[in-house]
């Protein structure tokens, strides 16, 4: 909706229970697909200068839950996830690189069902962007909250999420 060609939009309020979903999601899927712990920090609103992603896989959500989900990497934490992921040894970012984080990101919002089974909804299929520092231009109807992780083994990562409720499934 425009007046004045300033853009007006509502923000819609993120359920709590929502953001844990996704982060007992996340840390479910490196301690079991991955063999690795990962701790969860304090979570944060989206901010350019914040930004640490060289590598994203994103996901799309709707139904009850709508919204995109991100799962970012530095360039050096993603070679150490996807190699313990597939068992590789890669030593740069390539399509093998990205279809793995694309994956990854599957996983944990598909995962996320089992935290919020009164949630009808459906997902995308992933998709990456690649490049130094890169922002994902996240739905405006909902903030972007970022849950960063880290790991000894990998290093740091996010997790970002833009989230409401939506229609029924």
Known sequence: MCRDNVEIFYITPMKAEWINAFILATRDTFQKMLMLQVEAG????????????DISGMIGLTGTIKGAVVIGFTEESALK??????GEKYTQLSPDVSDA?????????GYVKKFVQKEKFGISLPSVARGSKHM???PKYAPTI????????????????ALAEGNNA
């Open 136 to 138: 994902v231009y996240m």
């Open 101 to 109: 984080v694309g994956e990854l990101v599957n996983i944990i919002a």
């Open 42 to 53: 304090k979570p944060y609103l989206l901010s350019e200068d914040m930004n640490i992603k």
């Open 146 to 161: 970022v849950i960063p992780f880290t790991s000894p083994e990998i290093g740091n990562f996010v997790l970002e999420a």
């Open 81 to 86: 996830t996807v190699n313990k992921f597939l």
